[in-house]
């Protein structure tokens, strides 16, 4: 699929499994992000995962810009408007690196 970049650029980001209404799993510049949606009564559960393997400060802000895209289709959905994203996300970054700095700690305890 083709990622459209900020800069007006495109990426080129490989699928690695697609079932329609059901996952999407793909490449997140070497993660692996996946959606998968399980019915439930009145709707469905959506489950997100990204699995990396090193963890750098690109990877902490896009943990936070993920965490607002979820939020932003739940507005979406919701039929809410969606006007809080920078400052969601600059809220979500310090709290995703607090974390990830919490478990570098404790990793090497």
């Known amino acids: 699929m083709k ?23 793909f490449d997140w510049f070497g993660d692996v992000v996946r959606f998968e949606l399980h019915p439930e009564q009145g709707g469905c559960l959506m489950i997100f995962t990204e699995k990396f393997t ?11 810009g993920w965490h607002v895209c979820l939020d932003v289709i739940k507005s979406l959905l919701d039929g809410e ?7 969601e ?18 990793d090497k305890e």
């Open 3 to 25: 990622f459209d970049m900020p800069d007006g650029k495109f990426e080129q980001l490989e699928i690695f499994e697609h079932t329609l209404f059901t996952v999407l799993e």
């Open 89 to 106: 996300w600059k809220k979500w970054h310090s709290n995703y690196e607090q974390a990830i700095n919490e478990l570098m700690i404790a």
């Open 81 to 87: 408007p969606i006007d809080f994203r920078d400052a």
């Open 54 to 64: 090193t963890t750098t400060e690109q990877r902490i802000k896009d943990l936070a």
